[in-house]
């Protein structure tokens, strides 16, 4: 929230001086919970701990313990639980019918009035009327999001009219070294198949 409207001080015309008590939070030592600890939730972890964050995660199924002191990560096996801890919480997961509308009014309302959501996975994922009450009423402090449902949003959605949301173009992977790296792969899988061997990054093993 404050880089956006930070930066639209900083060029504004209108501008003649900078406050001094314009304040953000600390991401150092805050407790950032991970839902979703799959590869990507995991290097989301390793970049967390360079910023001496306390990581929390809740998971399907359990990291081996190995993996969970490299980044130094705690597990919960209860999401509710992460959510009433967390300063940050950030969703990582596959859209499926498990986690269709996985964080609504409920979870909202298990997080910190000093929480952040953050959402890289899929819009679905999020109750988004519920996202919009909690914002509106500060039941959480904020949200951010790369995802939403439908993409883009109606001009007119009231998410677009608050002032305590981040909300970019689904460009988590939009760099010229992922697009180029994403072109590749599927290069590869199409020749493994013509080639009749076996299929690198094959979704559905069998």
Same mark, same amino acid.
């Given at each position: ?11 504004s ?19 950032l ?14 970049r ?36 009433? !801890?967390?300063?940050?919480? @950030?969703?990582?997961?596959?859209? =499926?019918?498990e986690?269709?509308? *996985?964080i $609504? ?9 000093t ?8 819009g ?38 608050l ?13 010229? !070294?992922?697009?180029?790296? @994403?072109?590749?792969?599927?290069? =590869?899988?199409?020749?493994?198949? *013509?080639? $009749? ?10």
């Amino acid at each position: 929230m404050y880089l956006h409207s930070g930066c639209q001080i900083a060029v504004s015309p209108d501008t003649k001086y900078f406050a001094v008590d314009w304040l953000g939070v600390e991401v150092t030592r805050a407790t950032l919970g991970i839902i979703g600890m799959g590869s990507i939730g995991y290097k989301v972890a390793q970049r967390a701990r360079a910023f001496d964050m306390r990581i929390l995660y809740h998971n399907r199924n359990r990291r081996r313990k190995e993996k969970e002191e490299a980044v130094g990560a705690h597990y919960c096996e209860k999401m509710e639980d992460l959510l009433q !801890q967390s300063d940050f919480v @950030m969703l990582v997961v596959n859209l =499926t019918p498990e986690t269709h509308k *996985l964080i $609504g009014k409920k979870e909202l309302g298990l997080m910190k009035p000093t929480a952040t959501l953050i959402n890289i996975s899929r819009g679905a994922v999020i109750d988004q009327d519920a996202l919009v009450e909690a914002l509106q009423n500060k039941f959480i402090r904020a949200a951010a999001l790369d995802v939403t449902y439908p993409e883009p949003l109606p001009r007119d959605h009231p998410l677009l009219k608050l002032n305590n949301i981040i909300i970019t173009p689904h460009i988590g992977t939009a760099t010229v !070294q992922a697009i180029r790296m @994403m072109a590749e792969e599927a290069i =590869t899988n199409m020749l493994a198949v *013509l080639s $009749g061997q076996p299929i690198p990054s094959e979704v559905f093993p069998k």
